[in-house]
């Protein structure tokens, strides 16, 4: 056996090792993301609402936090865009609150980035497995290429796919991703430690 090819066996003793001390932990997150999931597929418009008044909420407080530090600084350099910024975060985060139907439709937009960096990142992370031939990487690569295909779904039907895109789409996008994750742990738990 070549030093390389003794290299790459104990490269994937070492991964398959770390893979199989936390099993666990993907399986348990997996499960999680599968649950919520259905939750979201189940009820797409409840789902949609509930992640506009989630980001509604996280825009707020930034945006208070962000007003309170900008003060709390002023005398520090870019004061004014600090102060710019914080109030445009109230600003939105009162607008998601206030309408959370209407603001699904600029969350839907931001959606199709999530979805489509999501996709690539699940990509390259399926990828990353398989060079290491950890196992069971086709479930990531097939939630990256889904992540796309819901991000050509939503932009092909906009505006009228913003009423239920986000709930659904999540939804599916969690179901893919928490099977993904369940299917790698049940493969590291039988992986050689």
């Given at each position: 056996?070549s030093t390389?090819?003794s290299?790459?066996?104990?490269?994937?003793r070492?991964?398959?090792?770390?893979?199989?001390?936390?099993?666990?932990?993907?399986?348990?997150?997996?499960?999680?993301?599968?649950?919520?999931?259905?939750?979201?597929v189940?009820?797409?418009?409840l789902?949609?609402i509930?992640?506009?008044i989630?980001?509604?909420?996280?825009?707020?407080?930034?945006?208070?936090?962000?007003?309170f530090t900008?003060f709390?600084?002023?005398a520090?350099?870019?004061?004014?865009?600090?102060?710019i910024?914080?109030?445009?975060?109230?600003?939105?985060?009162l607008?998601?609150?206030?309408?959370?139907?209407?603001?699904a439709?600029?969350?839907?937009l931001?959606?199709?980035?999530?979805?489509?960096?999501?996709?690539?990142?699940?990509?390259m992370?399926a990828?990353d497995?398989?060079?290491?031939?950890?196992?069971?990487?086709?479930?990531m690569?097939a939630?990256?290429?889904?992540d796309?295909?819901?991000a050509?779904?939503?932009?092909?039907?906009?505006?009228?796919?913003?009423a239920?895109a986000?709930g659904?789409?999540v939804?599916?996008n969690?179901?893919?991703?928490?099977?993904?994750?369940i299917?790698?742990a049940?493969?590291?738990?039988?992986a050689v430690?």
């Amino acid at each position: 056996m070549s030093t390389s090819q003794s290299n790459l066996a104990e490269l994937q003793r070492a991964v398959n090792r770390t893979l199989h001390e936390h099993w666990v932990l993907y399986l348990i997150e997996g499960i999680v993301l599968l649950l919520l999931g259905l939750v979201a597929v189940v009820i797409p418009p409840l789902a949609t609402i509930a992640t506009t008044i989630v980001f509604g909420w996280l825009f707020l407080l930034s945006g208070v936090v962000g007003l309170f530090t900008s003060f709390w600084m002023r005398a520090a350099p870019g004061f004014w865009w600090s102060l710019i910024s914080a109030a445009l975060g109230i600003v939105v985060g009162l607008w998601l609150l206030a309408s959370p139907v209407s603001g699904a439709v600029s969350l839907t937009l931001v959606l199709v980035a999530f979805f489509i960096v999501e996709g690539v990142v699940s990509i390259m992370f399926a990828l990353d497995h398989k060079r290491e031939l950890s196992g069971r990487w086709g479930w990531m690569l097939a939630s990256g290429v889904i992540d796309l295909l819901l991000a050509a779904v939503i932009l092909s039907g906009l505006p009228g796919t913003a009423a239920w895109a986000i709930g659904l789409l999540v939804g599916i996008n969690m179901v893919f991703g928490g099977t993904a994750l369940i299917a790698m742990a049940l493969h590291a738990r039988g992986a050689v430690a």
